[in-house]
Nanobody
Framework: QVQLVESGGGLVKPGGSLRLSCVGT????????MSWYRQAPGKEREWVST?????NYLDSVEGRFTTSRDDAKNTLILQMNDLKTEDTAVYYC???????????WGQGTRVTVSS
């Protein structure tokens, strides 16, 4: 059974940093493109970043967020710096198999940026 478990969320002041992790079990991590999404209160879920061959970011987080992966540890990381109140959301990781459309989602971890 495939599971993706996010952690690392919490309350942080504007300008602060958080490091989110997503650990996968039951899948060969290297076979998947990995992404971060977020859903702010009252808004639709939006894409934040994808790491596959390269890494891409939502414009509003470019230069502040860094996505990395360690396939040996089945771990996806989102380093978030210079956080802003508008980054407040539940953050989700998603695994999408490179050879098709199969995908899995984690349960999310909440990030609150507030003074």
């Amino acid at each position: 059974q495939v599971q993706l478990v996010e952690s690392g969320g919490g309350l942080v002041k504007p300008g602060g940093s958080l490091r989110l992790s997503c650990v996968g079990t039951g899948l060969t991590f290297a076979a998947y493109s990995m992404s971060w999404y977020r859903q702010a209160p009252g808004k639709e879920r939006e894409w934040v970043s994808t790491i596959n061959i390269g890494t891409n970011y939502l414009d509003s987080v470019e230069g502040r967020f860094t996505t990395s992966r360690d396939d040996a540890k089945n771990t996806l990381i989102l380093q978030m710096n210079d956080l802003k109140t508008e980054d407040t959301a539940v953050y989700y990781c998603k695994a999408r198999i490179r050879s098709g459309q199969l995908e899995y989602w984690g349960q999310g971890t909440r990030v609150t940026v507030s003074s």
